[in-house]
């Protein structure tokens, strides 16, 4: 909580820090009702620092102070001085030791931020601020300090203590408690610190090193959860696999732990050798975990795994360079799960990621560059922007290297930087000197916020047999940066004629082969293509090369022909949502004006032909048969009209259902998996061709299509299609049979909390009228709980921001609703609350009465005493 308005931090006012901290040495005395915390810290001035006679300032918060030493000395009460957020002491000797004695109160902890409680386990978050509630530190990423830590605690309860680094010793105490000493030789700024204490049990593996060392991996979970980290386990040992293959990358320590907590604000979280994740994103077991869940695992233990280099070995020197570790982690666990299933659905999934809600954070209120310049919260920047625009950044670097000068480029990068806390700007600066190329443009991804608009037009000259692309970029303005430059725009192309792709010669050169890329780097530039012999359709931003929003005037014909010509299944992906986007628009045209709206019959027959196209990989056959998401439609749009765009794309649904019946029966038929479940990309694609064609047989409402549903509930193997099935039921208008499942769905997983998450959450997303009051009566369920995460994500979270049919109700009551929970949140767990305001921040682009009624709640939870800087900075901005 704030005591007055929270503080502006600029990039531009980096100053290095006044102190270093050579050693950090902890003990923690855990207890039920409060926990003592003695920090051992060896100082000196930084060399490096502008004044040196300048105060000791250390952050802390929350933290009752019990004494205070230095060398040795206590310090009386003058010597010192506490505010709510530091101590203070102004003479201090050039190097030093600072003992802090510091009570702390974990179990009282609900923002999950430093030191608390889950269920019965202690642990710790300390990313991004969160070490500043254990004790009185420098708690910036630029102090990098080696720790040893004890911890103690009653050896009952908590068998299991550990902490970054090797176990050094160990040993009991005779009242009932214990103690383990842990010792992390690597150097690690406070952020990566990690402490457990549980009553936990672990399944262990091991690792050997290409170098040959040993690598003991465990994972440790509550006991009833030892049944789901075998697929963790093994996503882990290929990850390390693969860093070493493709990076040159090999794990530096003899252990590797992960733990799983249920109470967790994030994914997960890569503290040196103790990661700490979120039980959604490591525990699977066929049973219990979709499809998508065993994805997300796999995706999630690389990433904190490949944070051992990107990000630990080569920290950050402040937050504002936070996509240094996170763009290029994302881009590094992107391109493992492609390597590991299928790469062009992996880039397709992510790309759909980005245009929904990072193209609409960039056209919003919280819009900042990838390299922000200014926050009141760090934690408000765990953004899309961060994570996937960088990621994004990053894949450009990449192909603009190169593979091979983009592995030197990385490996001059962690050569370089080696056990250093470093900027955007050094890893950029690496690339150049590997492969010898000049950046300086491509810099402005870093600080340009916006999403880039590219218009590109084709004239075709048959008489000059050249085909000439014009394009202009132009960036919107985005809060506090009104005027952009052009970025430099890699635009991977090809031109398609009737057989195939023809040669590319650009400005008269030598065949350049079939694809190349253009490089856009001026506001409107012409790029002329000689000996093209037919007028051909133009196939750009292949594998979605740069993330801007590329418009061509294609016609229908020409979007058909890319769906069932190009090569690239991203392209071919695209093209079926382009014309999915023009068809609903014109349904959506159609509502507004009072007229009856008309599917498009090139759709159905496109579909048609892509239900039967045997050469498609079926995941694609899958996602091509989707409509633009709502998410999407209302991302393009500008006075989003939320009930004509679920009118539209319903009965868009309902006219391919109908027309297509056949084959959609077809693939729900032909693709019944018999064999044992298996997470391969072959068993998911099918599955998830199968539930494609079950929603769409499911609204026709006939008898044959309830019965498969109802089947598939009962009988399948795995949570994919049950959930599929309970998914689709529910949204149906079969009262009954929703009864029975939603009853038995319950009573059949009442004891396993992921799965209770997911029934949470299909009874949130259900499109049907009422679930708002449905919703509200869920929250006094039993199973739900306020202060859990992963429970206020899977029924507010995903009614607010998935179900916009129903929080958008015209009333307003869904805004109400959010804007209650917000407040309620607010107190408990500021980060989940800011988290949460996401749906309302966008009320700008909504149709006037749903604007209104959107801002007023904005402004009721400004009105609110005591708002925390999370809430505040987001309230505040989408406000203005
Ligand atoms: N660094 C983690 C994400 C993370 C960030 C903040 C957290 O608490 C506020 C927790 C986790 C990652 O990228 O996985
Ligand atoms: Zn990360």
Known sequence: MRDAQPKTIFLKDYQVPDFLIEKTDLYFSLDED???????????????????????????????????????????????????????????????????????????????????????????????????????????????????????????????????????????????????????????????FALVAGDLEYTEDHFTTQSGDDVTLRIFVEPKDLDKCAHAMSSLINSMRWDEDVYGREYDLSIFNIVAVDDFNMGAMENKSLNIFNTSCVLAKPETTTDAGFQRVEGVVAHEYFHNWSGNRVTCRDWFQLSLKEGFTVYRDAEFSADMGSRTVKRVEDVSLLRTVQFAEDGGPMAHPVRPESFMEISNFYTVTIYEKGAEVVRMIANLLGPEDFRKGTDLYFDRHDGQAVTCEDFVKAMEDAAGIDLTQFRRWYSQAGTPRVAVEGVYDAAAQSYSLTVEQHCPATPGQEQKQPFHIPMAMALLGQDGALPLHLDNTANAGLEMVVDITQARQTFVFNQVKEKPVPSLLRGFSAPVKLSFDYSRDDLLFLMSNDSDGFIRWDASQQLGVQVLNEMI??????????????????????????????????????????????????????????????????????????????????????????????????????????????????????DAAVEQFDHANNMTDVLAAFNVILNSGFGMQKQRVLKLFYERWQHESLVVNQWFMAQAVCSVPGTLEHVKGLMSHPAFDLKNPNKVRALIGAFCGQNAVNFHQRDGAGYRFLADQIIALNSLNPQVASRLLGPLTKWKKYSEASRLLMKAELERIMAEPGLSSDVFEVVSKSLK
């Open 589 to 706: 045209a159609a509502l507004q004006k009072g007229e009856e709206p008309t599917v498009d019959p090139r759709l159905i027959t496109a579909y048609r032909s892509i239900l039967q196209d045997e050469s498609l990989d079926k995941a694609m056959v899958a996602l091509m048969l989707k409509l633009p998401s709502e998410a999407y439609m209302t991302e393009i749009s500008d006075d989003v009209d939320v009930h004509a765009i679920y009118n539209a794309r319903t009965l868009a649904r309902l006219t391919i259902a109908k027309q297509l019946e056949q084959e959609l029966w077809q693939a729900l038929r032909n693709n019944h998996c018999t064999e044992e479940y298996q997470p391969s990309a072959l068993q998911i694609a099918q599955r998830s061709l199968k539930n494609t064609a079950l929603a769409y047989l499911m609204l026709l409402d006939t008898q044959e299509a309830l």
């Open 34 to 192: 409060k926990s003592v915390v003695t920090a051992t810290l060896s100082l000196r001035r930084n060399p490096a620092a502008t004044d040196q006679t300048a105060a000791l300032v250390l952050h802390g918060q929350e933290l009752v102070l019990l004494t205070v030493s230095i060398d040795g000395q206590a310090l009386s009460d003058a010597d010192y001085h506490c505010s709510s957020d530091s101590l203070t002491i102004q003479k201090v000797p050039d190097s030093f030791v600072l003992q802090c004695m510091t009570e702390i109160k974990p179990q009282e902890n609900t923002s999950l931020e430093g030191l608390y409680k889950s269920n019965t386990m202690y642990c710790t978050q300390c990313e991004a601020e969160g070490f500043r509630k254990i004790t009185y530190y420098l708690d910036r990423p630029d102090v990098m300090s080696v720790f040893t830590t004890t911890v103690e605690a009653d050896k009952e309860r908590y068998p299991v203590l550990l902490s970054n680094g090797n176990n050094v010793a160990s040993g009991d105490k005779d009242n009932g408690r214990h103690w383990v000493k842990w010792d992390d030789p690597f150097k690690k700024p406070a952020y990566l």
